[in-house]
């Protein structure tokens, strides 16, 4: 098991779509923060960093820390965007990267419970891009593709949804 995740090409990935989208004078959540790596992509909002791994936390370079499974003490209705790169891992329970079973286990909770206007959220061919955009699409949000990048071994996907108005 790892103490706390250190970026990778997720991470890069994210942070180069973040720094595309510019993102401004918005309130976000930095779902899975980690020790802040993505926080840089997110300068000039006021962002909020959750993780559920309080030594991830304690490295953390910024401030408005909070230790949380995913959204959970967050007043969603006060969010603008959510940054969320999840524990998606395939076959693991490990608390930092693993997913369980297709990588889905956290990644099905968070499209279960998510309730603010615009989220984006990183996920791999093996936890079903699709699959998961049709969950969302069934939750009430317009789901794009951002961006799609080839790693060695592995496909990443961004997705960023919009709650649409009923
Ligand atoms: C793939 S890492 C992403 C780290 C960082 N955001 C980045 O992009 O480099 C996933 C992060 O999600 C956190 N995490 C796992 N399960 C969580 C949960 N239920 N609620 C909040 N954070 C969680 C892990 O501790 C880990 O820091």
Redesign the pocket.
Known sequence: MID??E??E??YT?LDVLADERIRDKTVV?????TG??AQGLRGNIVVS????MK?LRHHTGGNLVR???LGPIKQQAVDVVVF????VPDTDD???GGGMRGRR?IDRFIDSVDVKVFYLLVIEVNRPMEVMECLRQRGYETTVCRVRKILGETIYVLRGEKQIP
């Open positions: 706390w995740y970026p990778d997720d991470s994210l930095d779902l899975g923060s980690s790596f993505l959750v993780d559920l791994n991830a949380a499974d995913l790169n999840p524990p998606y608390p930092v990267i956290v």
